[in-house]
């Protein structure tokens, strides 16, 4: 009451004010109605009409305008608080069915889960009971079946002493004529052996002895004259090369003599170092003269071409590329 007195007095002092106050105040004492004590909203109509009548007699033209929307604005909040109160009340009441609903069905469910259980606990004390007295006829048959079983045992053990006893006698025979017939089939293995081991070994010094005697290129006597022609300018070439080898090294010792060499240069040392090369090489030059001549003697009877390893003729191109040559160049590479 006070709050709306206020507002009527700031009114005059200018025309938008109590719109202002009146609007702002309005929905603030729309959240009383959620209170039990505030549902009632019959006290504020008269406040409506003192508010209008003192309103009416201080200006006639300029401020009759703004009393009616106030009017309309607290009807309206009355009405919403009305509304609001209903619905809480509604509210209220649902969730008062609902909760005693739900209490009805919890105790409903309860009810049937002690009645479940109930039936449960029967239900295993009937199992155990019969679980029981299967136990029982279970022990009692398989008891008999225990008797039965150890005379079975005991008849079969007795007879499978008896058939060890036999099997091992006849087993033991058995096991000696084996032993007699793998001794005669080894012996008669081995002699079929060693007669393949030694028809074996015929062949094989037999044909050795005949690629120890072949002579590879005895229908070519062109080729081998061509080879003959070839080892004979090399044995040539080589016994040149001997003799320059050897007199460079008596020229490098003669020299050696003359001349007065400077010991601390080493000069001396790179002297002899040379000439004994020279004369290792002279030493090589006249083992390849030696083989030379043997490989002419070979040419003369015909064998040259075979090689000195496998016995197996050497090809043509070795031949001709190498002289001379001994071996094959399977031979060579597995020296």
Do not use: W
């Not at 929905?27 to 209170?35: C, G, T, V």
């Not at 490989?295 to 015909?302: E, K, Q």
């Not at 000195?308 to 090809?315: H, W």
């Amino acid at each position: 009451m006070p709050s709306t007195g206020k507002t009527t007095k700031k009114a005059p002092a200018k025309k938008s004010a109590p719109k202002k106050s009146v609007v702002a105040k309005a929905p603030a004492k729309k959240a009383a109605p959620k209170r039990p004590g505030a549902t009632k909203a019959a006290p504020k109509k008269p406040i409506k009409k003192v508010l209008a009548t003192k309103a009416a007699p201080k200006k006639t033209n300029a401020k009759k305008a703004p009393a009616k929307p106030v009017k309309k604005i607290m009807t309206l909040s009355a009405a919403q608080k009305a509304a609001a109160a209903k619905k809480a009340a509604a509210a209220k009441a649902k969730a008062a069915a609902a909760a005693k609903l739900l209490k009805e069905r919890e105790t409903k469910a309860r009810a049937a889960a002690k009645e479940k259980a109930a039936a449960a606990k029967a239900k295993a004390v009937a199992a155990a009971k019969a679980k029981k007295e299967r136990d029982a006829k279970a022990k009692v048959a398989a008891k008999e079946r225990e008797v039965q079983r150890k005379a079975r045992e005991k008849a079969a053990t007795e007879a499978k002493k008896q058939r060890e006893v036999d099997a091992k006698r006849k087993a033991i025979e058995a096991e000696k004529q084996r032993k007699i017939r793998e001794i005669e089939r080894r012996n008669q293995e081995e002699l079929k052996r060693q007669e393949r081991r030694d028809a074996e070994e015929r062949k094989r010094l037999e044909a050795l002895e005949r690629k120890m005697h072949s002579k590879p290129y005895a229908d070519e006597p062109e080729f081998l004259e061509e080879l003959r022609r070839l080892l004979l300018e090399t044995r040539s070439a080589t016994n040149d090369d001997i003799v320059v080898m050897e007199s460079e090294a008596d020229e490098m010792l003669v020299d050696r003599e003359r001349l007065e060499y400077d010991d601390e240069d080493g000069s001396s040392v790179a002297s002899d170092i040379q000439r004994d090369q020279k004369k290792d090489l002279a030493s090589l030059l006249r083992l390849k003269v030696d083989e030379i001549d043997v490989a002419l003697a070979r040419i003369d009877d015909r064998s040259y071409g075979r090689c000195d390893e496998c016995y197996e003729a050497i090809s043509k191109p070795r031949l001709l590329a190498q002289l001379p040559v001994f071996m094959c160049v399977s031979c060579r590479a597995s020296v």
